[in-house]
């Protein structure tokens, strides 16, 4: 069981950490704020910090129609025009503490261009790992990503 949820999204040789809601469905959703860091192990940490502190938000599901609606916190954070262009030159990261784990998850791009998980590269530490440890997988997985820098 997920007990709490953050994800590092990096584009343009930032990175972009949304606060993410946990839904009643149980899926996750960014809801903001975003923040921005580079890509260095101890501004990462900060910035997961602070998106750590503000907590998973208990949320109700959208309906389709607020979906329809509603203005994505990373797209506008990123000013990326669209969730083919983010993945495509960006990398997504998701970090999920459970009472077994800290799962690591990083994306790669499927046949149609879209993020998907790729369980080749899944890392799980221990519960107990420390903020810097977690962190310090991602700046090492996008130096061997060199569209992601650009």
Do not use: C, F
Request: glycine share 4%.
């Amino acid at each position: 069981m997920t007990i709490r949820s953050a994800s590092i999204n990096v584009w343009r040789g930032r990175a972009y950490l949304p606060v993410q809601a946990h839904l009643q469905s149980g899926a996750w959703l960014d809801v903001g704020p975003v923040y921005s860091a580079v890509l260095q192990p101890d501004e990462l940490e900060a910035a997961l910090e602070q998106v750590l502190a503000l907590g998973n938000p208990q949320l109700p599901n959208p309906t389709r129609e607020e979906m329809r609606r509603r203005k994505d916190p990373l797209l506008a954070a990123t000013k990326a025009r669209s969730w083919y262009e983010l993945a495509r030159t960006g990398a997504a990261y998701s970090i999920s503490w459970t009472d077994r784990g800290v799962w690591i998850e990083m994306s790669r791009l499927d046949h149609k261009g879209r993020w998907v998980w790729d369980r080749a590269k899944q890392r799980i530490l221990p519960p107990d790992a420390p903020l810097s440890e977690i962190v310090a997988i991602i700046p090492e997985d996008v130096r061997t990503r060199p569209e992601v820098m650009t």
